[in-house]
Each structure stands twice: as C-alpha cells, then as structure tokens.
C-alpha cells in the first residue's frame, strides 16, 4: 500500500536555528514528491516538489528537501528558521499519473523566538 | 503561480439544508479536481476525484448522494452538501491538478458549520 509517514507530531526550533521536518514514503515506481505547508484556517500552499533530476529541491520562503532513493525520504529543511515559519507541514506524494496525492499526518513547527 | 479559489470560505446553515461550494482555477484551465475534508489537527483526507464532464470517483465511504460534485468546466468544480447535518461540519478544500499533471494547488478552503 503507499503510505506516507511523518514520525513527528511536533517539532520545536528556536528562531535562527536550522531546521529538519522528517519524511518517508512507501510507494512503488517513481513518484512525485511534494511538500505543503499550511497556517490556521486556510488552504495548503505548495512549497516545493521533487519530480526528478537533481536530489536537492529548493523551494519558496528558503525551504528546500532533499530525495533520498535508497532511504526513501524526503526531508524538508531550511537553514535559519523564522518565526512566521510556524505552521502545519504535509509531506504528499503522487504515485503516479493525474492520480491524487497521498498525505502524511502532518507536522505542527513551531519556531521559538 | 497558479491560484485557485472557494466560495464561501464559511458557511453556517440549519440541519436538513443543503450547501454548494464552488472551487475555481483563476489562471489554468483543470481537468482534474479533487476535494478533501480535514478534520481539527488531522491530515487532508480525499472525498472525490473530478474530471470535467464527467462523473466524479468518490473514495470509499464518501455518500455520493450526499456530497455531489458537478464539474463542468475547466475551471469550476462544485460540491454540494446535501441534506447537511451537524455531523457534516468541518473544513472543505479544493484542489486543482496543474496544467503540467504535476502539481496539485489547493483552495483557501471553506469552513461549514451545521447548527
């Protein structure tokens, strides 16, 4: 089955500190890869996303991820954290075609000032 | 990018009304819209798949009959709450897959409160 998984709930960072927010995937074949991020009451914006070509994804707002085939993550990170940086995560991925993204659970930054 | 809107971004109604959600992709034209539901502090979960002109696949569990969804132009896609009970409450979003089949864009959503 694809699955999605986000082993943290939270995750605590003081400002200007980088940050790491965690994810694998199980899926076969080779899938899209994306991340969105989303604040209180309102839609998801995309950040960035991984279709192929160079590991390292750079992003909106100095987010970038890196793919890692043999680990099957897709970590997102960003060197210094701002507090306006503080909201809700989803790593997602396309298995493949125009089918919908699979979601993880989430991952609620909060950035410390 | 590519912005996509909802209206109404909150809706409250009297149980046994019915509610319609419009979902609209500003600047691109999409062939495929999907619609979640969130519950609080919980992921996206998919209702329905949308393709234009033709019927929407709804997941497993998801009342067809109950959340109707219309997609009849490229750039619009509807959802209609039925018969809306309290139970029905929560926080709907849109999403529409980009001109590129890569990328999906999502809605402001709209929060439905059922009284």
């Known amino acids: 089955a694809q699955s999605v998984a986000q082993p943290e709930d939270q995750v605590n960072v003081a400002e200007g500190n980088p940050l790491t927010v965690k994810c694998t995937y199980s899926v076969s074949g080779n899938p899209y890869l994306f991340w969105y991020v989303q604040y209180p009451n309102r839609g998801l914006q995309f950040l960035l996303k991984y279709i192929t070509g160079d590991n390292l994804v750079k992003g909106s707002y100095g987010f970038e991820a890196e793919f890692n085939k043999s680990q099957t993550s897709f970590h997102l990170k960003k060197p210094s954290a701002l507090v306006s940086d503080s909201a809700l995560y989803f790593c997602?991925?396309?298995?493949?075609?125009?089918?919908?993204?699979?979601f993880g659970k989430g991952t609620r930054l909060s950035v410390i000032a | 990018g590519a912005v996509v809107s909802q209206h109404p971004s909150w809706v409250i109604c009297k149980s046994g009304t019915s509610v319609k959600i419009e979902c609209r992709s500003l600047d691109f034209q999409a062939t495929t819209m999907f619609w979640y539901r969130q519950f609080p502090k919980q992921s996206l979960m998919l209702m329905a798949t949308?393709?234009?002109?033709?019927?929407?696949?709804?997941e497993q569990g998801v009342e067809k009959d109950k959340f109707l969804i219309n997609h009849a132009s490229l750039t619009l896609s509807t959802l209609t709450v039925t018969s809306a009970h309290p139970e029905d409450s929560s926080f709907y979003i849109c999403?529409?897959?980009?001109?590129?089949?890569?990328?999906?864009?999502f809605g402001p959503g709209t929060r439905l409160l059922v009284l």
């Open positions: 949308s393709n234009e002109g033709s019927k929407a696949t709804y």
């Open positions: 999403s529409a897959l980009g001109l590129s089949q890569e990328t999906q864009y």
């Open positions: 997602a991925v396309r298995p493949s075609g125009n089918t919908p993204l699979v």
